[in-house]
């Protein structure tokens, strides 16, 4: 398994929680990470990604101020905090590896995606 996203569950909206993916080596190293998302008879959505060195984030416009991606190079993880929780948030969450930026678009294009995490958010 190259991308293995786990941390999911249910909360209360207001209320936190975070993600996190473990990745191989060869869709980690030297590359963008990122985390999807997709609700019910939904779309998938762009929810954020981090660059190689971390130095770069960028983030989806409807999470932008309250989910925040981090990863730690030397663990091959990376995290998604989700805070102030909103029932729209509900939907499985998907990690991405093997990411690289472009400058025509504003996150990543990714090679591999994992399995995904469910996120359910009650008001």
């Known amino acids: 398994v190259q991308l293995q996203a786990s941390g999911g569950g249910r909360v209360q909206a207001g209320n936190s929680l975070k993600l996190s993916c473990s990745a191989s080596?060869?869709?980690?190293?030297?590359?963008?990470m990122g985390w999807f998302r997709q609700a019910p008879e939904k779309e998938r959505e762009f929810v954020a990604a981090i660059s190689r060195s971390g130095d770069r984030t960028v983030y989806g416009d409807s999470v932008k101020g309250r989910f925040t991606i981090s990863r730690d190079n030397a663990k091959n993880t990376v995290d998604l905090q989700m805070n102030s929780l909103e029932s729209e948030d509900t939907a499985v969450y998907f990690c991405?590896?093997?990411?690289?930026?472009?400058?025509?678009?504003?996150?990543?294009?990714?090679?591999?995606w994992g399995q995904g995490t469910l996120v359910t958010v009650s008001s």
């Open positions: 080596e060869r869709v980690f190293n030297s590359y963008a």
């Open positions: 991405a590896g093997g990411g690289l930026f472009r400058s025509d678009r504003r996150e990543p294009v990714f090679s591999t």
